[in-house]
């Protein structure tokens, strides 16, 4: 592998910190990160042509985006006027206890969390609504959406999660950073969390 290949190999999961978390915190900048996820590489017009937003506040968005790491210039491509941005690859995880446990950072992860949430439904709800008329037979047959409800301790939760996530990290790995042809974008969605407001099975006698 030579050094330019090192330098854009993929990274491991980042455990973001509460300065790069509140980088973040913005619906806008959680909405970038989202579409340049999903669609690969943009300027910040064609950002906000697709966002619906002006070229200035996706500009704005994305420096500070790549002030905190999560987005960087695509090297060699387009002009001093006209720079191509990509996500930093890589995953992102929210789990510092010493984050959710400050006001702040329960602030900061509410608001991302809610944002990817809205921004996963609208892409189910976009295909609930037209993929089976627009898609072919041969991208909705294989199409899944599956959900299962259980009872559980906090400790089995740790070992589903934990299971799934290994095993979907595994599978997700033979395909990352490839773009066979005939690809087209893709969400593959797994959430596993217990119910806030559900009732805890009370403790044996």
């Known amino acids: 592998m030579d050094e330019h290949e090192q330098e854009r190999s ?17 619906p806008l900048r959680v909405r970038i990160v989202d579409v340049l996820s999903t669609h690969g590489s943009l300027t910040a017009s064609g950002l906000a042509e697709r966002l619906g937003e002006s070229s200035g506040a996706t500009s704005y968005h994305l420096r500070q985006l790549e002030r905190h790491g999560f987005v960087r210039e695509v090297t060699g491509k387009g002009t001093g006027r ?26 900061a992860s509410s608001l991302v969390l809610t944002q990817w949430e809205r921004n996963r439904s609208q892409l189910v709800l976009d295909f609930a609504h037209r993929g089976w008329e627009v898609l072919p037979h041969e991208w909705t047959d294989p199409t899944v959406f599956s959900s299962s409800n259980l009872r559980l301790t906090a400790d089995q939760l740790a070992e589903v999660s934990g299971a799934i996530e290994r095993c979907l990290e595994d599978i997700v790995e033979r395909f990352r950073g490839k773009d066979a042809p005939g690809a087209r974008p893709v969400l593959i969605h797994f959430d596993a969390f217990p119910i806030v407001d559900g009732v805890a099975t009370p403790p044996e006698d």
Request: a negative charge; zero cysteines; charged letters at 35%.
């Open 10 to 26: 993929i990274p491991e999961r980042r455990e973001i910190d509460l300065d790069s978390l509140k980088g973040l915190a913005h």
């Open 82 to 107: 006209e720079r191509w941005w990509e996500r930093v690859p890589g995953g992102i995880t929210i789990s510092d206890r010493a984050i959710t446990d400050t006001p702040t950072g329960r602030a």
